[in-house]
Structures are given as structure tokens and as C-alpha cells.
């Protein structure tokens, strides 16, 4: 996952100096940087044989992309600022703490203990794992 976030990103500001060097559309780099980040993570899962396994997580747990997306998106910014020295302002600062911090709040509220029902009690007495005897 490290690695994951770490690449993620990179790409953002690697993007930024193709558009310096380059003449590129940004919609070009966008599907190629998709098609071949989905073409990686989907091979990786299937060397590891995880897919069945990511599948399964993401149908139960629908806001992961949400999580994923605001982790990423964190961590393309610290990247920005610390390996290739792009300071950000006091504004910029305040700014994303009240975005960042009310993505998070908002992710937080979310995901509040739902009451417990009978449907879900059935279905995490049948998923804990069982003591050996």
C-alpha cells in the first residue's frame, strides 16, 4: 500500500514536468496513466491471487475508493512539497488542513457503529473465527 500511495503520488508531479517538456494533452496522459495503472494493479493481484480477495473487500466495503482517493490525493502533496521542494504558502496550509480535515471529519462521521441488527449478528457469529480446541 506504501509503495501504492508513494507511486500515486509521484505521477501527479512527474505529469507536471511532461507538460513542461512535452506538448501533451492532459486527457492523453490521463487514460494512458489509468490504463496502465489498472493494467499493473490488476496483473499484480492476479500474480498474488488476491483478486477474488480485493473483489470481495471492496463489494463489502464501498467506501474504500473514497478513502483511498483522500489518502492519495494527501500523500501527492506532501510528495509535491518534500522531494521536489514546492513550498506552499500559509494559505495553502490553512487550506488544506479545512479541506483535508473536513474530508476526514466527514469519512469519520460516516462511518459510525450502525445499530446492531439480527442480520448482522448472524453474520459476524459466522465469520469470527473459531478458537482451537
Known amino acids: 500500500m506504501m509503495g501504492y500511495l508513494g507511486f500515486d503520488g509521484f505521477t501527479s508531479t512527474f505529469q507536471d514536468k511532461l ?11 490521463i487514460f494512458y496513466t489509468a490504463v496502465c495503472s489498472c493494467l499493473l494493479s490488476f ?3 492476479i500474480m498474488q491471487g488476491n483478486l477474488l480477495v480485493a473483489i470481495d473487500f471492496v463489494s463489502r466495503h464501498h467506501d474504500c475508493f473514497f478513502d483511498i482517493t483522500l489518502l492519495s490525493t494527501l500523500v501527492s502533496i506532501l510528495l509535491s512539497c518534500l522531494w521536489f521542494g514546492h513550498p506552499l ?3 495553502q496550509c490553512i487550506g488544506a488542513v479545512i479541506v483535508f480535515g473536513t474530508l476526514y471529519a466527514r ?4 462511518t459510525k457503529k450502525k445499530p446492531l441488527t439480527l442480520e448482522n449478528t448472524e453474520t459476524r457469529a459466522s465469520s469470527s473465527p473459531k478458537a482451537n480446541p
Open 19 to 29: 507538460f513542461k517538456g512535452y506538448d501533451m494533452e492532459i486527457h492523453t496522459q
Open 43 to 45: 496483473t499484480g493481484l
Open 89 to 91: 504558502s500559509w494559505e
Open 107 to 110: 469519512s469519520f462521521l460516516n
